[in-house]
């Protein structure tokens, strides 16, 4: 088998385990959306907006205490030995437990300087710190089998995890629409994946051994530190709008505002499911020395999420009204304006650069930019606030994924030496997202033309027919010239 037929049988090993651990976060992702769907309708906006509130605290705790340490394991798995793998999967899921304890006191009704907006949490005492240890010492099953290549054991625990935690709590508020009868459910079902975690752990590497090593601990948190506080700022950016909202609006505004970000994390668990896969092969290459094999990897990954998303944002974006209003009732209408703001942000932020920071280690240059970026974003978004309502909020966090994207491109260009404009496969980019443009456009003209259709289900469904047929056919006919590029290149990972 020669090097390129090698390299191409690789690769199309990758995209099979990417589209299989994708499909089971697309089924997550699924019922996250689902979910609220049942929410709004058997709670007040008050009580769905503390719900929100609830989970934002929660996210944004996930966001500053793991500090990038369960995903350090993909640097340290694929080379080391079982004993050294056993002790770096310890150290990192007793981290995530102390990590956990000190998320749970800062969202704790006893922390003196919890913010204004979380005071109407402190209702449920010692329920929200619990729940936040239990929910960061057990996300490392989220991670842990992707790590170790068993993609089809982290789809099923995937997809099981989800369908129990939907029906779960939509039974729940159904019955009942009561926010702390939700949170003892959550405890319950994070109690549950927490023991799960640890069969899995105890079957793969034992429960026994070793569980703390101060050199080596002190070597993986080096790795993760940089990196982690600056996915920290990151994802604070991403956050920051909805804190400015909750900040100035009424709990029913905010969960207005709430809605309109449900697309992040679908285009996040895309970007999760393919480069995930893709990166054990990535750390391999990079180890070797082979920085071009590594850049590309990561350009095919992108592109294949760019496939899956752009058409989703270009129905997302000509529809908003129709989806929010049909999906989340018409009393949630003013989310389809901010809805907007952000997929035009999302369109960059299908390109991931935060592995290829791992790997290279400039964790501080990430630092230092998302602090910049930080700040900046914060204070457009409070600006916007008060310019334009809402939809301002979301302004900042749009602008500074695109600063943030152009620096990071700058940076790994200068690193590697490899020209900015091949760093990505720009080409293919931008075909996917004018023919993705162009799809939604005609998908529009059609329901919306000189016989638009009135129905809101019927416009819905035949733009959804329309935009996918037109969009399928562009892409097959670029197929063929695709394939060939990529057989072309994979003389840069064989080699």
């Given at each position: 088998?020669?090097?390129?037929?090698?390299?191409?049988?690789?690769?199309?090993?990758?995209?099979?385990?990417?589209?299989?651990?994708?499909?089971?976060?697309?089924?997550?992702?699924?019922?996250?959306?689902?979910?609220?769907?049942?929410?709004?309708?058997?709670?007040?906006?008050?009580?769905?907006?503390?719900?929100?509130?609830?989970?934002?605290?929660?996210?944004?705790?996930?966001?500053?205490?793991?500090?990038?340490?369960?995903?350090?394991?993909?640097?340290?798995?694929?080379?080391?030995?079982?004993?050294?793998?056993?002790?770096?999967?310890?150290?990192?899921?007793?981290?995530?437990?102390?990590?956990?304890?000190?998320?749970?006191?800062?969202?704790?009704?006893?922390?003196?300087?919890?913010?204004?907006?979380?005071?109407?949490?402190?209702?449920?005492?010692?329920?929200?710190?619990?729940?936040?240890v239990l929910f960061a010492t057990s996300s490392l099953l989220d991670l842990l089998p992707t790590v170790e290549e068993r993609v089809h054991f982290q789809a099923a625990i995937t997809v099981t995890l989800s369908l129990l935690r939907t029906f779960t709590l939509g039974w729940a508020a159904w019955q009942t629409g009561d926010v702390q009868v939700l949170v003892w459910l959550l405890l319950a079902l994070m109690l549950f994946k927490l023991l799960l975690l640890l069969a899995?752990?105890?079957?793969?590497?034992?429960?026994?051994?070793?569980?703390?090593?101060?050199?080596?601990?002190?070597?993986?948190?080096?790795?993760a530190a940089p990196l982690g506080v600056s996915s920290a700022l990151y994802g604070l950016r991403a956050q920051a709008d909805q804190w400015v909202v909750a900040s100035l609006y009424p709990l029913a505004?905010?969960?207005?505002?709430?809605?309109?970000?449900?697309?992040?994390p679908m285009v996040n668990l895309f970007r999760q499911s393919i480069n995930h896969v893709f990166l054990p092969s990535m750390s391999r290459l990079h180890a070797s020395g082979n920085l071009a094999g590594m850049i590309e990897l990561n350009n095919r990954a992108n592109v294949m999420v760019?496939?899956?998303?752009?058409?989703?944002?270009?129905?997302?974006?000509?529809?908003?009204?129709?989806?929010?209003?049909?999906?989340?009732?018409?009393?949630?209408?003013?989310?389809?304006?901010?809805?907007?703001?952000?997929?035009?942000?999302?369109?960059?932020?299908?390109?991931?650069?935060?592995?290829?920071?791992?790997?290279?280690?400039?964790?501080?240059?990430?630092?230092?930019?998302?602090?910049?970026?930080?700040?900046?974003?914060?204070?457009?978004?409070?600006?916007?606030?008060h310019q334009w309502g809402m939809a301002g909020a979301a302004i900042g966090s749009t602008i500074a994924i695109y600063a943030d994207r152009y620096a990071t491109l700058r940076r790994i260009a200068t690193r590697t030496g490899i020209p900015l404009g091949a760093l990505q496969d720009w080409g293919a980019l931008a075909w996917l997202m004018m023919i993705a443009a162009l799809a939604g456009g005609i998908a529009w003209l059609v329901v919306s033309g000189p016989n638009p259709v009135a129905n809101t289900v019927e416009r819905l469904v035949g733009g959804a027919v329309i935009l996918t047929t037109v969009y399928g056919v562009l892409w097959g006919i670029s197929a063929h010239a695709r394939q060939q590029r990529l057989l072309a290149s994979d003389h840069h990972i064989n080699h």
């Open positions: 088998m020669t090097g390129s037929q090698s390299g191409a049988t690789r690769f199309a090993a990758l995209k099979r385990r990417a589209f299989s651990l994708g499909a089971a976060h697309a089924f997550d992702y699924a019922m996250h959306f689902l979910l609220p769907v049942v929410l709004v309708r058997y709670m007040a906006p008050e009580a769905f907006g503390q719900y929100r509130l609830l989970w934002l605290a929660i996210m944004t705790v996930m966001l500053l205490v793991p500090l990038n340490m369960p995903q350090t394991l993909y640097y340290f798995l694929p080379r080391s030995n079982a004993p050294t793998k056993q002790l770096h999967v310890h150290m990192t899921l007793l981290y995530l437990c102390v990590a956990g304890l000190i998320g749970g006191l800062i969202v704790s009704p006893w922390n003196p300087l919890l913010p204004t907006s979380m005071q109407s949490l402190a209702e449920y005492g010692v329920l929200i710190p619990a729940l936040v899995y752990i105890a079957r793969r590497h034992g429960l026994g051994g070793a569980w703390f090593n101060r050199p080596a601990f002190v070597g993986q948190f080096n790795h505004n905010f969960a207005v505002f709430s809605v309109a970000t449900v697309l992040g760019a496939t899956l998303v752009y058409p989703l944002l270009s129905y997302a974006f000509i529809f908003a009204e129709e989806i929010v209003t049909l999906i989340y009732t018409q009393a949630y209408a003013g989310a389809a304006p901010v809805m907007r703001v952000y997929i035009v942000g999302l369109l960059i932020f299908v390109i991931e650069l935060t592995s290829i920071m791992m790997l290279m280690k400039d964790g501080f240059f990430a630092l230092r930019l998302n602090i910049v970026v930080l700040v900046a974003s914060v204070s457009l978004s409070w600006l916007g606030a």
